[in-house]
């Protein structure tokens, strides 16, 4: 079936580390990715996205690259913030519906 | 001017009880999502509307009952709440029915004692 694998958390990184989150998938074809956020107390918002094999999707410092040979699409920032911390959520569009991983808690540390 | 917003944002209620949660969105998207999110942050679709037509049912219990009365609202109906029914329950809605660039709202944390 139609899965997202996430690195589990909780990631603990000090103001200005440079962060990875890993994800990969499993899926029929080649799905549409993303990432979402979510800040505490509040709901999802949509980070970055890629649409095809090799496109690279990029938002307020994040990056994803959307690697087909290797099925993943690993979250980046050069430069961590406190106000980075939140839950991070890879997911695949499968059909309409969106597949999410279980989450990865990043915690920043000033 | 928030974009998806859902009420109540806190539900506190007894097994067996029946309860109802309102979401509405205000940017003109045609399709709704409702997910429910457990305590270990896993979310899973539930249902979703294309312009009032359920087009998307997952394997929900029939006490789980979504009404669409316009493309702007959805609301969810539980009947005879469970233990297990305790989680965050978001709104979610996008442009089209292709579930692309979904915007959600801020979550309903429902508690079953």
């Known amino acids: 079936g139609n899965s997202v694998t996430q690195m589990e958390g909780p990631v603990t990184l000090s103001e200005e580390a440079f962060l990875t989150i890993n994800c990969t998938y499993t899926a029929t074809g080649y799905p549409s990715l993303f990432w979402y956020v979510q800040y505490p107390g509040e709901g999802l918002q949509l980070l970055l996205k890629?649409?095809?094999?090799?496109d690279k999707g990029s938002n307020k410092g994040f990056e994803a690259t959307y690697r087909k040979e290797t099925t993943s699409f690993h979250l980046e920032k050069g430069s961590v913030q406190v106000s980075d911390s939140a839950v991070y959520f890879c997911a695949l569009l499968y059909g309409n519906k969106l597949v999410f991983g279980a989450g990865t808690i990043l915690r920043v540390k000033s | 001017d928030t974009a998806v917003s859902q009420t109540p944002k806190y539900l506190v209620t007894q097994m067996g009880n029946d309860k109802s949660i309102k979401c509405e969105q205000n940017?003109?998207?045609?399709?709704m999502y409702w997910y429910k999110q457990d305590s270990k942050k896993f979310l899973k679709i539930m249902f979703s509307y294309n312009n009032k037509e359920l087009i998307i049912n997952e394997t929900v219990p029939n006490r789980f009952s979504p009404k669409s009365p316009d493309k702007a609202h959805l609301n969810l109906h539980i009947n005879s709440l469970e233990l297990g029914d305790s989680a965050v329950y978001f709104c979610a809605s996008s442009q089209d029915g292709r579930g692309d660039e979904q915007f959600f709202g801020p979550g309903t944390r429902l508690t079953v004692l």
């Open positions: 940017l003109g998207h045609d399709t």
């Open positions: 890629a649409t095809k094999a090799d």
